[in-house]
């Protein structure tokens, strides 16, 4: 088997059920949208992994800069705050 | 002629026609010409071997002597697999393997379509299912004839290759002999006029997005429904039945 140099990366991304979110995979290769989609369902969705399939040209995708994850990610550490822990949720609430 | 004998026949027909186009496909398995393909390709092996199975073991139970879906699909002499040429053509370059599925997808979609209305139960609950398969298949090779013939120049001279290799086994797709006859008269298979004219539909409006032409001959190839087939075929069931042949009922 080769891979095809002509043929363009997509990145795979599955729902698991409706209401929950379409998640990342992983890649593939494929000419176009339409048989990305194919080749995604036939790759990724053996185990019924899931009932809807996006897919996007890796090229399209944007990603930060590992350079910059100091700048970008540290300032947050400190902001303890902002997660939502301090609050006394009474029994009967249940599951959030 | 008993209605059971014409039904056990014509699912016999079927069954052989999925598990010798399953067989071909899985051929491929391992030696696609890229990963995606290479699990695309064994999928639709599986999803025609899981019809065949059904459609087998429904043979035995019409036929009631105790014979097995593997009786059926490994220890059968080849006059005695009744499937068309069509299925049983050597796989050849990936635009003869993806043409060959689609001139059978394309004939199954109607059938299994027709089937939902059978006035045999089992089949009717068949149908269902295998017409999802079905689809899939269509719809994936078709996207990749239309590719394919549309494509580059070589891409183009390959599929009209296939085009004229396979087309002539096409006619034998609508053939019904006398047992099927029989089937169709009781409401248990579906007429083949309209089954064809479904099929040109399908068939003309990919190779029209394909600009491919569909061949104007006259000349056709059967004989596989009565069990006479291509020297091709020796060698297939020479490796489908091979195990089963040198160790006779073994497990694992």
């Known amino acids: ?96 | 002629m008993t209605v059971s004998s014409a039904l056990l026949h014509s699912v016999v027909q079927i069954a052989d026609d999925h598990l010798i186009l399953g067989h071909r496909m899985s051929e491929w398995c391992g030696h696609a010409p890229m990963l995606e393909e290479d699990l695309s390709m064994p999928n639709m092996a599986l999803d025609m071997i899981g019809q065949a199975r059904a459609l087998y073991n429904y043979a035995a139970q019409i036929e009631n002597k105790g014979r097995t879906e593997d009786d059926f699909a490994y220890l059968r002499t080849d006059r005695e697999y009744k499937n068309c040429l069509l299925v049983e053509r050597p796989n050849g370059d990936f635009a003869h393997t993806m043409l060959r599925q689609l001139y059978f997808a394309a004939l199954m979609h109607p059938f299994w379509e027709a089937m939902h209305k059978s006035r045999d139960q089992a089949l009717q609950a068949l149908s269902f299912k295998a017409i999802k398969e079905i689809s899939y298949h269509i719809r994936h090779c078709g996207e990749w004839i239309v590719r394919l013939g549309d494509g580059t120049a070589e891409s183009r001279q390959r599929m009209n290759a296939a085009v004229l290799n396979l087309h002539p086994y096409t006619a034998e797709l609508f053939e019904a002999d006398e047992q099927r006859l029989e089937a169709i008269e009781k409401g248990i298979f579906p007429e083949q006029a309209p089954l064809k004219a479904a099929w040109e539909n399908t068939i003309n409006s990919i190779f029209y997005q394909a600009k491919l032409e569909v061949p104007d001959t006259t000349y056709s190839q059967s004989g596989g429904r009565r069990g006479l087939h291509t020297e091709d075929f020796g060698l297939l069931l020479a490796q489908l039945q091979y195990v089963q042949r040198a160790y006779p009922g073994s497990k694992w």
Not at chain 1, 1 to 29: A, C, N, Q
Not at chain 1, 38 to 47: M, N
Not at chain 1, 68 to 75: H, V
């Open chain 1, 1 to 96: 088997m080769s891979t095809e140099p002509t043929l363009p990366l997509w990145e795979v991304f599955i729902r698991p059920r409706v209401g929950l979110h379409h998640k990342h995979v992983g890649s593939l290769h494929a000419a176009d949208s339409v048989m990305a989609l194919h080749a995604a369902r036939d790759v990724y969705t053996r185990r019924e992994e899931g009932d809807s399939i996006w897919v996007v040209a890796s090229k399209n995708i944007h990603a930060s800069d590992p350079n910059n994850a100091g700048e970008n990610f540290d300032p947050a550490g400190d902001k303890i705050y902002r997660h939502p822990s301090f609050y006394d949720i009474p029994d009967d609430v249940g599951h959030m």
